[in-house]
């Protein structure tokens, strides 16, 4: 009987159907690891995932780490659990490793807000500018690019070129106008934004802070000018962790996706930690749908299926890939 269920599972998996039905009673988390030894198979999550998908996690962190981390595996399949361009990233690095991600919708506003053709156009208006890409663009937008940073190491990227060089942003305008002030240089901005990072409300941050006037306001680059002006520290993910570890206060409002929650307060269990307010009260805005979409059943059915699987033309990884390890030797 065993031999035709698995018979079976495999017909499911090459017609690239995954059955989506679970037996109630298996403990998934416990199933998700033995499936990581069963496979050989590193679990890379970030922040912004469900609590118990970051509990799983081989390697649990910001963009620049998870790159770096899968810069750096050995196992036979690296198991994503992150967005779209995240995944794609470590394909490039990897080529001839699987690279799973447990769903092919998890895509991204930023990256969707550069297209390939609109950004080739908009370059080739500035063909003397070296481009910069933050990593949450597509394989085809970093093929396209002379350098690829994330918000950990932006200011190092834009540091290393030449002052006199003319310099092309993309594709957030918000981490740009922040580059911008922190690094001086004039940069020519692509523009794009991420949904959840815009948000925010500034209006009701300052109404917040006024009720709890003793908590820091913290926040990731990708929000909005005004709302970066009156943070207290402004940095990546894991530069926002670090932050609330070493900083002596007790209270923090934080402005980036809610996720990061969950490992704040591990780490800092005798702190609290307040979401910055959003614009529109009927939605929870400050998640990330496109992350949200992970869950751990998908999880779990994609490392049991080793599908969906990122794939990609080995020519454009081979373009993308350059611009990613320039800025991998450089961190
Ligand atoms: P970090 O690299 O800071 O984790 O940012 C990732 C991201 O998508 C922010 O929205
Ligand atoms: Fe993209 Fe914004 Fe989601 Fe980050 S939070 S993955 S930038 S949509």
């Given at each position: 009987?065993?031999k035709e269920?698995?018979?079976?599972?495999n017909?499911?998996?090459?017609?690239?159907?995954?059955?989506?039905?679970?037996?109630?009673?298996?403990?998934?988390?416990?199933?998700?690891?033995?499936?990581?030894?069963?496979?050989?198979?590193?679990?890379?999550a970030?922040?912004?995932?469900?609590?118990?998908?970051?509990?799983?996690?081989d390697y649990l962190?910001?963009?620049?780490?998870?790159?770096?981390?899968?810069?750096?595996?050995?196992?036979?399949?690296?198991v994503?659990?992150?967005?779209?361009?995240m995944?794609?990233?470590?394909?490039?690095?990897n080529?001839?490793?699987k690279v799973?991600?447990?769903?092919?919708?998890?895509?991204?506003?930023?990256?969707?807000?550069c297209?390939?053709?609109?950004?080739?156009?908009f370059?080739?208006?500035?063909?003397?500018?070296?481009?910069?890409?933050?990593?949450?663009c597509?394989?085809?937008?970093?093929?396209?690019?002379?350098?690829?940073?994330?918000?950990?190491?932006?200011?190092?990227?834009i540091?290393?070129?030449?002052?006199?060089?003319?310099?092309?942003?993309?594709?957030?305008?918000?981490?740009?106008?922040?580059?911008?002030?922190e690094?001086?240089?004039?940069m020519?901005?692509?523009?794009?934004?991420?949904?959840?990072h815009?948000?925010?409300?500034?209006?009701k941050?300052?109404?917040?802070?006024?009720?709890?006037?003793?908590?820091?306001?913290?926040?990731?680059?990708?929000?909005?000018?005004?709302?970066?002006?009156?943070?207290q520290?402004?940095?990546?993910?894991?530069?926002?962790l670090?932050?609330?570890?070493?900083?002596?206060?007790?209270?923090?409002?934080?402005?980036?996706?809610?996720?990061i929650?969950h490992?704040?307060?591990k780490?800092?269990?005798?702190?609290?930690?307040?979401?910055?307010?959003?614009?529109?009260?009927?939605?929870?805005?400050?998640?990330?749908?496109?992350?949200?979409?992970?869950?751990?059943?998908?999880?779990?059915?994609?490392?049991?299926?080793?599908?969906p699987?990122?794939?990609?033309?080995?020519?454009?990884?081979?373009?993308a890939r350059?611009?990613?390890?320039?800025?991998l030797?450089?961190?």
């Amino acid at each position: 009987m065993k031999k035709e269920i698995d018979l079976i599972q495999n017909q499911l998996k090459n017609l690239g159907y995954v059955s989506s039905s679970i037996d109630k009673n298996l403990n998934l988390p416990d199933a998700i690891q033995h499936l990581k030894k069963e496979k050989n198979a590193v679990l890379l999550a970030h922040y912004y995932q469900e609590p118990d998908i970051q509990e799983l996690a081989d390697y649990l962190g910001d963009s620049l780490y998870l790159a770096q981390q899968a810069a750096k595996v050995e196992a036979d399949i690296i198991v994503f659990a992150g967005v779209h361009f995240m995944a794609e990233t470590a394909k490039i690095i990897n080529p001839t490793k699987k690279v799973l991600l447990p769903d092919l919708k998890a895509g991204c506003s930023l990256a969707d807000s550069c297209p390939p053709n609109d950004f080739a156009k908009f370059k080739a208006q500035h063909p003397n500018a070296v481009v910069v890409t933050y990593i949450n663009c597509s394989a085809e937008i970093k093929a396209l690019s002379d350098i690829v940073c994330t918000s950990s190491n932006a200011v190092k990227v834009i540091e290393s070129i030449p002052r006199d060089q003319e310099i092309i942003f993309a594709p957030d305008k918000n981490l740009g106008r922040y580059l911008i002030k922190e690094t001086g240089r004039d940069m020519i901005l692509w523009d794009g934004a991420c949904i959840v990072h815009e948000a925010f409300s500034f209006e009701k941050i300052v109404a917040l802070a006024k009720q709890y006037p003793k908590a820091k306001f913290i926040a990731h680059p990708e929000s909005e000018s005004p709302v970066l002006e009156i943070a207290q520290y402004v940095g990546s993910t894991a530069g926002l962790l670090r932050y609330v570890q070493e900083d002596a206060s007790s209270s923090y409002i934080v402005a980036t996706e809610a996720g990061i929650l969950h490992e704040m307060q591990k780490r800092c269990p005798q702190k609290t930690f307040i979401p910055a307010p959003v614009e529109d009260d009927t939605c929870a805005c400050s998640e990330c749908a496109f992350m949200k979409l992970n869950t751990l059943e998908k999880l779990y059915n994609c490392m049991l299926y080793e599908l969906p699987e990122i794939t990609l033309d080995s020519k454009l990884m081979e373009q993308a890939r350059r611009p990613i390890e320039r800025m991998l030797k450089l961190s």
